[in-house]
């Protein structure tokens, strides 16, 4: 795999220059400080550690984009203790980006109003591309949008409430291939101010299985010309996200599941926007390792408990070893280590001569495909009525 030269240019988020032209996709449950510092870490953003060539243009501009995962706004409003330690940002984090998912727009005023007043991040994202049926039935994710008047309020109480600070959205092609809803979507956030749209190019009754219509993302992108345009959805290797952007034409990629277990990820997209082609990270089942530890001992040190810290990893460890000769039983003692120093004995017992392993390519995390979507009663009926979201929509948080 090569990566190639692009013509892409500086993405820019309001005030925010960034370049590459890559963001990381929030992830409930994965992209919290301490996997965003690495992610920053290996696109040379912050630190000695990534192994990334100097740029050749020179660059004021952030190394990347890095989104904290999704915060219902119901639960920052009230100060919910758990939600405001995920606000937390680590003191060299800038821009700050949080993404907020809310259904009620007076609440995600809110939160838009608390997050400026107190100085807490430097952007916002808005979350509408939830599939789980939880929230779908509730009216709420990625079956929001249909209601057009519903997200029509919502992103004016955010853009009107968000100061200076850009307010962008996330969101899935529609519920169904019969309901899309992207291009409304699109030119509904132009029209309110809204600073980029990023397209996850499946529908909620997809979920996760397919591929992800990369089509879609250029549509969107002829749509709305007005404002950058971010392709989501299946990118696996720096090549994937320069061919995503040449084949769009959209402003730039947000990179999710293929980073999991694979933060170095960052450096190749580097290399490839940089210098067309640093070639790609193999590391040894060492130098895995070694992350694996630093990932657990961060994850450690944000919740103040190394053994919670570790536990925490747990669910890092099938993709951080995919591919790699792991037994079974050394997989599931992996996975079942409570302190750092467990961790390393378990890992100082396999064999960290590996190669990187051909096995370790393509897609990774949840791929499960889709299922129907279920909505409320009527929810199709009509796209233009004044619908209203009950606020349990806002209680499920596994993302998008
Ligand atoms: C574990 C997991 C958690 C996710 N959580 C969120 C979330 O909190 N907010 C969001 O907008 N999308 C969320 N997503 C969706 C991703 O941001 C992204 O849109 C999706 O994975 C497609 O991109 P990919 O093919 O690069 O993975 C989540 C995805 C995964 C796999």
């Not at 040379?44 to 060539?53: L, S, Y």
């Not at 291939?177 to 992207?182: E, G, N, V």
């Not at 499946?202 to 002829?222: M, P, V």
Request: net charge negative; hydrophobic share 40%; glycine share 12%.
């Amino acid at each position: 795999m090569t990566a190639h030269a692009t013509t892409a240019t500086p993405l820019r988020i309001g005030p925010h220059t960034v370049w590459p032209p890559v963001v990381l996709a929030p992830m409930a449950g994965i992209t919290n400080a301490p996997f965003r510092t690495l992610c920053r870490e290996f696109s040379g953003g912050k630190g000695q550690q990534a192994p990334v060539a100097e740029p050749r243009r020179r660059a004021p501009r952030h190394r990347g984009l890095f989104v904290s995962e999704m915060i219902t706004t119901r639960a920052l409003v009230e100060r919910n203790e758990k939600t405001m330690h995920l606000i937390h940002f680590d003191g060299t984090e800038k821009p700050r980006s949080i993404q907020l998912y809310g259904v009620d727009p007076v609440t995600v005023g809110k939160a838009v109003r608390m997050i400026v007043d107190e100085d807490l991040a430097d952007h916002i994202d808005l979350n509408f591309g939830c599939p789980v049926p939880k929230v779908t039935r509730k009216g709420g994710g990625s079956a929001l949008p249909y209601k057009r008047n519903l997200l029509r309020s919502i992103l004016r109480e955010a853009v009107g409430n968000a100061g200076e600070l850009p307010v962008t959205i996330k969101m899935r092609k529609g519920i169904d291939d019969d309901h899309l809803t992207y291009l409304d979507a699109g030119r509904i956030a132009v029209e309110e101010g809204v600073t980029a749209v990023a397209l996850h190019g499946r529908t909620a009754a997809q979920h996760y299985g397919g591929t992800a219509d990369w089509d879609a993302i250029a549509r969107l992108k002829e749509h709305v010309p007005e404002i950058p345009v971010l392709g989501n959805g299946d990118i696996w290797c720096a090549d994937d996200a320069v061919r995503m952007m040449r084949a769009t034409g959209c402003d730039g990629v947000v990179v999710g599941r293929g980073c999991l277990g694979r933060p170095w990820l960052f450096a190749d997209l580097v290399a490839a926007f940089d210098d067309g082609g640093g070639g790609q990270a193999r590391p040894t089942f060492k130098e895995v390792a070694g992350v694996m530890l630093r990932h657990a001992g961060l994850l450690g040190e944000w919740l103040d408990d190394e053994a919670r810290g570790v536990i925490d990893f747990r669910k890092h460890v099938p993709w951080y070893t995919k591919g790699f000769s792991v037994g079974s039983e050394a997989r599931r003692n992996l996975a079942m280590a409570s302190s750092l120093a467990e961790l390393d004995d378990h890992l100082s017992g396999l064999d960290l001569d590996q190669e990187w392993p051909e096995r370790a390519e393509g897609p990774r995390g949840r791929t499960a495909a889709g299922k129907r979507v279920v909505l409320p009663d009527g929810w199709l009926k009509d796209p233009y009525d004044c619908a209203a979201v009950s606020a349990d929509a806002e209680l499920d948080t596994s993302g998008g």
